[in-house]
């Protein structure tokens, strides 16, 4: 038997990583609340550095951003 690798989502996102995300997938703070099922108004407070996405949030944004081929590189 074959043991199954497990990827792990979590990612403690910042908030340059959840802006950069959403604009690698072209979408509005609207859309990603949407397809999060948060607020629109959670997206900028990520953004901004209010607060930072709960445990189950990071996961699913790690599995968008896996899906998306997403690779995130901070600025220098």
């Given at each position: 038997?074959?043991?199954?690798?497990?990827?792990?989502?979590?990612?403690?996102?910042?908030?340059?990583?959840?802006?950069?995300?959403?604009?690698?997938?072209?979408?509005?703070?609207?859309?990603?609340?949407?397809?999060?099922?948060?607020?629109?108004?959670?997206?900028?407070?990520?953004?901004?550095?209010?607060?930072?996405?709960?445990?189950?949030?990071?996961?699913?944004?790690?599995?968008?951003?896996?899906?998306?081929?997403?690779v995130?590189?901070?600025?220098?």
């Open positions: 038997m074959v043991a199954k690798r497990r990827v792990e989502y979590e990612v403690e996102w910042t908030a340059e990583q959840v802006k950069a995300l959403r604009d690698h997938l072209g979408m509005t703070q609207e859309q990603l609340a949407e397809e999060l099922g948060v607020r629109q108004q959670t997206i900028s407070e990520w953004e901004v550095g209010i607060y930072k996405p709960r445990r189950s949030t990071s996961k699913y944004l790690g599995l968008i951003a896996e899906r998306a081929g997403f995130y590189k901070p600025r220098k």
